[in-house]
């Protein structure tokens, strides 16, 4: 990778804050991210940090233009949309196993994706991280190895520790030879990966062709529904897959409403 692809690879990269409640996080999180080379963040329901723009300034000290073009978005599906990889960093494991990575292998992953598409690092709230629903947005979690009696980072602190690990990455690979096919490439078919918002558009379709199908009537649906995320996020699914995904829900409807009008 040359320089110039070095940018490119790192402005495909972008870092989501989802509800940060103190400005000053944001302003420490836009430095973390300006040191390695980052700047394109995302802020998903943040504080009122225009109000406190004083904190936020002060804390991210050379980096106040990462703060002043940073994004805001009403929702974490909007902020990761065109997205083909989302990972969502949590110090936390939670109730349903997802598929885990540490900090060198998200960055891994997150370098050979960012080469070709924008990718997505996401980062929850202070006190209570990401919600189910939210991490359920993301194909993988990342965690960082920290000291199990406690393990919550600083919210920037963990932005810092995962955009050091990206740069590192990045610049392995810039020291490789030029072009060298990553096993993911080898893989990879002409098809481009499904972004975030065709997954989530594809989510809210199953569910609704499930509830017709009378199968959500169970005790916890969301619990079902974020089990069949993961097994879909396990598939990989490319653009053309999705479309025909999307073909056989269409026809499933159609049979669903000629089966119901049949019964009136
Ligand atoms: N009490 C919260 C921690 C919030 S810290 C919880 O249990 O989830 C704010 C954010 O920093 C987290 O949502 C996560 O994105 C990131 N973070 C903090 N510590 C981390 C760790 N050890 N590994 C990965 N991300 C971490």
């Not at 610049?171 to 972004?195: C, F, H, N, R």
């Not at 199908?213 to 649906?221: E, H, M, R, W």
């Amino acid at each position: 990778m040359s320089e110039i692809n070095l940018a490119s690879v790192l402005s495909n990269i972008r870092i989501v804050l989802v509800g940060t409640s103190h400005a000053g996080n944001i302003g420490s999180a836009a430095r973390a991210m300006k040191t390695m080379g980052l700047s394109d963040l995302r802020l998903v329901e943040p504080c009122e940090y225009f109000a406190d723009q004083g904190d936020a300034c002060a804390l991210a000290s050379g980096a106040t233009d990462i703060v002043a073009s940073a994004h805001n978005v009403a929702d974490l599906s909007s902020a990761i949309e065109e997205c083909t990889l989302v990972i969502g960093s949590s110090a936390r494991s939670r109730t349903m196993p997802w598929p885990m990575l540490d900090p060198q292998e998200a960055a891994r992953l997150i370098i050979e994706t960012a080469k070709k598409y924008p990718v997505a690092m996401v980062f929850g709230r202070e006190r209570t991280g990401l919600t189910n629903e939210e991490l359920a947005h993301c194909q993988y979690h990342a965690c960082i190895n920290a000291n199990p009696d406690y393990s919550s980072l600083n919210l920037a602190m963990a932005v810092q520790v995962f955009a050091y690990q990206i740069r590192c990455t990045a610049l392995e690979y810039e020291s490789t030879v030029d072009g060298i096919v990553t096993a993911m490439e080898k893989t990879v078919s002409e098809d481009k990966p499904a972004t975030a918002g065709e997954l989530n558009f594809l989510f809210q379709r199953l569910e609704s062709v499930l509830d017709k199908a009378d199968f959500l009537f169970q005790q916890d649906p969301q619990y079902m529904l974020r089990k069949l995320k993961r097994v879909v996020y396990k598939a990989q699914l490319e653009h053309k897959e999705i479309n025909i995904i999307q073909g056989i829900f269409t026809s499933i409807e159609k049979k669903i409403k000629s089966l119901s009008k049949d019964l009136t």
